[in-house]
């Protein structure tokens, strides 16, 4: 059993804002993604936030996913957070919480204002409890939310005063937004544009009525980068017109407020182009540790890079 214990993203956060980077919270379905994360924050000095669908406890079954998070503290040295990411409801939050999470998220995004207070209200009294700490969303970030499909057309950005009174109201430790950012590999038909007034407007808000430095956090944030979408359609993939979100606009971010940014896309595009490139390689090959070797080095690189963007290296 681990001596360490997990970090709470509330003390992570603390830090990330006084020295004005953001944390990468980083999707993990299964090992070798979790390996790759966990090694690239070892090697980079970096905390890390370990996060968690509904889809990914479906697929991997949440007791394994703590485990192999205990076995990451226990073989690494860096600060880790493990979070729920995009927790439905009151029920889901409770399982994580009750499961060893350190972190969970209630996205009552999808409901009107007041019932979103409710919720998360609800879900901070149950954390807080604990000692485990809270996101929220406000807004509608465009795009595919677990099983939620937002299009474009009914995403609603962020309203500065809302997000004041909700964060008042609910007692919520960090609020997600919707400034143009949203979730997959097609974020945006044209040039790639995210509300930075808007953004300025939220934080002057919220830490206005909280009277503190407030973490605020980016969803959808994953940059899609051209060399790693060519690299899957190189060896036999189909994914035209994909665009993310430029790296300069995450470092921007991360600088002005920004404490938490979510990556998943970006790692699932390493972890396929490797393992299509060692398929179309070595036809003869069926050991997966042959394939899924390189997708978890790929995946590795991918995310030390990350870790340079957003200024979480050398910061553990
Ligand atoms: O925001 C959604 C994340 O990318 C998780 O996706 O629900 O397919 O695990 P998922
Ligand atoms: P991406 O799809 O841009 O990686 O966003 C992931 C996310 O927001 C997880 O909650
Ligand atoms: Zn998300």
Redesign the pocket.
């Known amino acids: 059993m681990s001596e360490r214990k997990l970090v709470s993203t509330k003390e992570m956060f603390e830090k990330a804002l006084a020295g004005k980077y953001a944390i990468g919270a980083y ?1 993990v379905n299964n090992m070798e993604l979790l390996q790759a994360i966990v090694e690239s924050a070892e090697e980079t000095k970096s905390p890390i936030i370990l996060q968690c669908s509904a889809g990914a406890r479906k697929y991997a079954n949440q007791t394994y996913l703590v485990k192999l998070v205990e076995a990451a503290l226990e073989t690494s040295t860096i600060p880790i957070a493990l979070h729920l ?2 927790g439905e409801d009151f029920e889901i939050c409770k399982l994580c919480i009750d499961g060893g999470f350190s972190s969970v998220m209630i996205d009552g995004s999808r409901f009107p204002l007041e019932e979103n207070i409710a919720l998360t209200k609800q879900v901070v009294d149950y954390a807080h409890a604990k000692g485990v700490s809270v996101e929220a969303e406000l807004g509608k970030l465009a795009g595919i939310e677990d099983d939620v499909n937002v299009h474009a057309k009914d995403s609603t950005f962020t309203d500065p005063q809302e997000a004041a009174r909700f964060v008042k109201e609910t007692g919520c430790d960090s609020l997600a937004i919707a400034i143009g950012t949203s ?2 590999a097609f974020k945006f038909s044209g040039e790639a544009r995210l509300d930075f007034k808007r953004l300025a407007e939220i934080k002057k808000a919220v830490d206005a009525v909280v009277g503190y430095d407030f973490p605020l956090v980016l ?4 940059s899609v980068p051209a060399d790693l979408v060519a690299e899957c359609n190189k060896y036999g993939a189909d994914i035209p017109g994909s665009k993310g979100v430029p790296e300069e606009m995450l470092a921007f971010a991360s600088k002005n407020g920004v404490a938490k940014i ?5 790692l699932r595009l390493a972890l396929t182009g490797a393992i299509r490139k060692s398929f179309v390689e070595k036809p003869a090959n069926f050991d997966p540790r042959n394939y899924l070797g390189p997708a978890r080095t790929a995946v590795k690189e991918l995310v030390k890079h990350k870790m340079k963007v957003l200024g979480t290296a050398g910061k553990a």
């Open positions: 999707n990411d995009h979730h997959g969803h959808g944030a994953s979510n990556i998943d896309t970006d």
